[in-house]
């Protein structure tokens, strides 16, 4: 008797779906010096889901569900370093979603206050 070869196994593909998807946003914003994400001019840096949208977050590739990009308005008022902001927010991301390998931060805009 032989044992399957470890290729053989069905891979167990992760999906970011909204619920993990809405963590992330959640875990993000609360941070102090976050005044919000931005979905850019036109909502385009969004996360679609059948009857939702997540602003703020997209995937660089439609094939890729471990990697994404957070678009944040930094409050500038909170006076953080954007190199350790950048940081807390991948960590922040990893810790709401796991699966996550790849987080890039990228400052859209800021603000002065947490009103965005």
Do not use: N, Y
């Not at 069905?10 to 970011?16: C, D, N, S, V, Y």
């Not at 703020?56 to 008022?77: C, N």
């Not at 927010?89 to 790849?102: G, T, V």
Request: aromatic share 4%; hydrophobic share 45%; charged share 20%.
């Amino acid at each position: 008797m032989t044992t399957p070869s470890p290729s053989s196994q069905p891979e167990q593909r992760f999906q970011l779906f909204l619920d993990a998807a809405q963590r992330i946003k959640e875990a993000v914003t609360s941070l102090e010096g976050v005044a919000g994400l931005s979905a850019g001019s036109f909502g385009e840096i969004s996360l679609l889901f059948a009857g939702a949208r997540v602003g703020g977050i997209r995937k660089p590739s439609p094939r890729e569900d471990t990697a994404i990009e957070i678009h944040v308005v930094v409050d500038v008022a909170a006076e953080k370093v954007l190199q350790e902001l950048g940081t807390e927010i991948r960590r922040a991301a990893m810790a709401a979603c796991p699966q996550l390998k790849r987080v890039d931060v990228i400052f859209a805009d800021a603000t002065l206050g947490t009103h965005v």
